[in-house]
C-alpha cells in the first residue's frame, strides 16, 4: 500500500484548506482511512478517521473538519474549515486492513509521507 498526502499549505486563522490522500497498492475499500497530525515537539495525535461507520472526529476538530472518501477514485480527503494556530502541523494520512480501528497510531499499518499545515493568526 501507498499512500500520498497533498494539499497543505500556508493560511490564516478561519480559513479552509483541503487535504487530500490517494491510496494504492490494495483495494481501498477493505482499508480503513484516517488523518493524524504531529505538531513540532508534541506526540502524533488522531484526527479523523472513516471506515465502513460513521466517521469519527476529535474532540478539537469536530464540527470543522469533515473526513470523506471516494472509492471510485481511491481518495480520502479532510475538508478543514475555520483553521486555528493550534491546527498547526504536519497531517498524516493512515490506512488500516480492517474496519472497526480505534485512535491509537500502533493500530494502523500504512502511513503517508505526511503535508505541512501551518496556520498563522
Known amino acids: 500500500v501507498q499512500l500520498q498526502a497533498s494539499g497543505g499549505g500556508s493560511v490564516q486563522a478561519g480559513d479552509s484548506l483541503r487535504l487530500s490522500c490517494a491510496f494504492s497498492?490494495?483495494?481501498?475499500?477493505?482499508?480503513?482511512m484516517a488523518w493524524f497530525r504531529q505538531a513540532p515537539g508534541k506526540e502524533r495525535e488522531f484526527v479523523a478517521r472513516?471506515?465502513?461507520?460513521?466517521?469519527y472526529y476529535s474532540d478539537s476538530v469536530k464540527g470543522r473538519f469533515t473526513i470523506s472518501r471516494d472509492n471510485a477514485k481511491n481518495t480520502v480527503d479532510l475538508q478543514m474549515n475555520r483553521l486555528k494556530p493550534e491546527d498547526t502541523a504536519v497531517y498524516y494520512c493512515?490506512?488500516?486492513?480492517?474496519?472497526?480501528?480505534?485512535?491509537?497510531?500502533?493500530?494502523?499499518?500504512?502511513w503517508g509521507q505526511g503535508t505541512l499545515v501551518t496556520v498563522s493568526s
Open positions: 472513516l471506515g465502513w461507520y460513521d466517521p
Open positions: 497498492g490494495r483495494t481501498f475499500g477493505s482499508y480503513s
Open positions: 493512515a490506512a488500516a486492513n480492517r474496519h472497526g480501528v480505534g485512535f491509537d497510531v500502533t493500530e494502523y499499518d500504512y
